[in-house]
Protein backbone atom coordinates (compact mmCIF):
# COMPACT_ATOMS: atom_id res chain seq x y z
CA UNK A 1 0.00 0.00 0.00
CA UNK A 2 1.23 3.61 -0.74
CA UNK A 3 2.30 5.41 2.18
CA UNK A 4 -0.43 8.15 3.09
CA UNK A 5 1.92 10.41 4.42
CA UNK A 6 2.85 13.42 1.27
CA UNK A 7 5.82 14.60 2.55
CA UNK A 8 7.38 11.20 3.54
CA UNK A 9 6.27 10.77 -0.62
CA UNK A 10 8.22 13.68 -1.02
CA UNK A 11 10.83 12.64 0.77
CA UNK A 12 11.23 9.61 -1.09
CA UNK A 13 10.75 10.80 -4.40
CA UNK A 14 7.58 8.84 -5.48
CA UNK A 15 6.17 12.86 -5.53
CA UNK A 16 7.89 15.23 -7.46
CA UNK A 17 8.98 18.29 -5.94
CA UNK A 18 11.36 21.15 -6.46
CA UNK A 19 14.21 20.35 -4.36
CA UNK A 20 16.78 22.90 -3.23
CA UNK A 21 18.90 20.94 -0.51
CA UNK A 22 19.39 17.31 0.72
CA UNK A 23 22.03 14.98 3.06
CA UNK A 24 21.21 11.99 5.04
CA UNK A 25 18.98 13.07 7.18
CA UNK A 26 16.50 16.13 5.55
CA UNK A 27 14.89 17.69 2.11
CA UNK A 28 14.26 21.26 1.55
CA UNK A 29 11.81 21.76 -1.66
CA UNK A 30 9.90 24.96 -2.27
CA UNK A 31 6.59 25.14 -1.20
CA UNK A 32 3.58 24.33 -3.50
CA UNK A 33 1.35 28.04 -2.62
CA UNK A 34 4.47 30.43 -1.55
CA UNK A 35 3.67 33.06 0.80
CA UNK A 36 7.51 35.04 -0.23
CA UNK A 37 9.66 34.93 -2.65
CA UNK A 38 11.53 32.80 -0.84
CA UNK A 39 9.45 30.05 0.78
CA UNK A 40 11.10 26.56 1.44
CA UNK A 41 9.96 23.38 3.76
CA UNK A 42 12.06 21.54 5.45
CA UNK A 43 11.15 18.50 6.37
CA UNK A 44 13.29 15.20 8.53
CA UNK A 45 13.46 11.94 6.04
CA UNK A 46 12.10 9.84 9.32
CA UNK A 47 8.21 10.68 10.24
CA UNK A 48 7.51 12.26 12.95
CA UNK A 49 3.71 14.14 12.61
CA UNK A 50 4.52 17.36 14.51
CA UNK A 51 6.71 19.04 16.98
CA UNK A 52 4.88 17.37 19.96
CA UNK A 53 6.47 14.20 18.76
CA UNK A 54 10.19 15.30 18.06
CA UNK A 55 12.22 12.61 20.54
CA UNK A 56 15.53 13.80 19.31
CA UNK A 57 16.82 17.21 19.55
CA UNK A 58 19.48 16.28 16.96
CA UNK A 59 16.35 15.96 14.55
CA UNK A 60 15.48 19.34 15.44
CA UNK A 61 19.24 20.71 15.09
CA UNK A 62 19.33 18.44 11.34
CA UNK A 63 15.83 20.60 10.46
CA UNK A 64 17.20 24.18 11.21
CA UNK A 65 21.01 23.00 10.14
CA UNK A 66 19.42 22.81 6.48
CA UNK A 67 16.81 25.94 7.13
CA UNK A 68 20.33 27.92 7.93
CA UNK A 69 22.14 26.56 4.65
CA UNK A 70 18.37 27.25 2.93
CA UNK A 71 18.34 30.75 3.83
CA UNK A 72 22.25 31.40 2.70
CA UNK A 73 22.12 29.51 -0.70
CA UNK A 74 18.70 31.81 -1.50
CA UNK A 75 20.86 34.74 -0.45
CA UNK A 76 18.42 35.79 2.31
CA UNK A 77 20.30 35.26 5.36
CA UNK A 78 22.17 38.00 5.70
CA UNK A 79 18.81 40.12 5.18
CA UNK A 80 16.69 38.18 7.27
CA UNK A 81 13.88 35.04 6.96
CA UNK A 82 11.99 33.59 9.79
CA UNK A 83 11.41 30.14 10.28
CA UNK A 84 8.14 28.83 11.30
CA UNK A 85 6.96 25.60 13.04
CA UNK A 86 3.10 25.01 12.43
CA UNK A 87 1.71 23.20 15.23
CA UNK A 88 -1.40 21.03 15.09
CA UNK A 89 -4.85 23.28 14.44
CA UNK A 90 -4.75 26.16 16.35
CA UNK A 91 -0.97 26.67 15.12
CA UNK A 92 -2.32 26.66 11.31
CA UNK A 93 -0.64 22.77 10.77
CA UNK A 94 -2.18 21.25 7.72
CA UNK A 95 0.37 18.44 6.79
CA UNK A 96 1.18 16.28 9.52
CA UNK A 97 4.84 15.66 8.90
CA UNK A 98 7.07 18.17 10.78
CA UNK A 99 8.09 20.96 8.49
CA UNK A 100 10.24 24.12 8.98
CA UNK A 101 8.80 26.72 6.66
CA UNK A 102 11.78 29.36 5.74
CA UNK A 103 10.11 32.50 4.40
CA UNK A 104 12.24 35.36 2.98
CA UNK A 105 12.88 38.09 0.13
CA UNK A 106 10.27 40.22 1.56
CA UNK A 107 9.83 41.75 4.81
CA UNK A 108 7.96 40.23 7.79
CA UNK A 109 5.02 41.05 9.08
CA UNK A 110 4.38 40.98 13.14
CA UNK A 111 2.64 40.06 14.79
CA UNK A 112 2.04 36.54 12.36
CA UNK A 113 -1.42 36.08 11.15
P1 LIG B 1 1.37 23.80 7.20
O1 LIG B 1 0.11 24.60 7.02
O2 LIG B 1 2.34 24.43 8.18
O3 LIG B 1 1.08 22.36 7.52
O4 LIG B 1 2.10 23.87 5.80
C1 LIG B 1 1.95 22.93 4.81
C2 LIG B 1 2.54 23.53 3.56
O5 LIG B 1 2.74 22.48 2.63
C3 LIG B 1 1.66 24.57 2.87
O6 LIG B 1 2.32 25.83 2.91
C4 LIG B 1 1.52 24.08 1.44
C5 LIG B 1 2.57 23.00 1.33
N1 LIG B 1 2.20 21.88 0.50
C6 LIG B 1 1.07 21.13 0.60
N2 LIG B 1 1.06 20.16 -0.32
C7 LIG B 1 2.22 20.30 -1.03
C8 LIG B 1 2.78 19.59 -2.13
O7 LIG B 1 2.24 18.61 -2.64
N3 LIG B 1 3.98 20.03 -2.59
C9 LIG B 1 4.63 21.10 -2.04
N4 LIG B 1 5.80 21.44 -2.58
N5 LIG B 1 4.12 21.79 -0.99
C10 LIG B 1 2.93 21.40 -0.50
Not at 1 to 16: H, K, N, Q, T, Y
Not at 59 to 69: C, G, I, K, P, S
Request: proline share 8%; hydrophobic share 45%.
Amino acid sequence: MADPCLFCRIASGEIPAKIVAEDTTCVAFRDVNPQAPVHVLVIPRAHVPSLNEVASPALLADVMQMAREVAKQEGIAAGGYRVVLNTNGDGGQTVFHLHAHVLGGRRMNWPPG
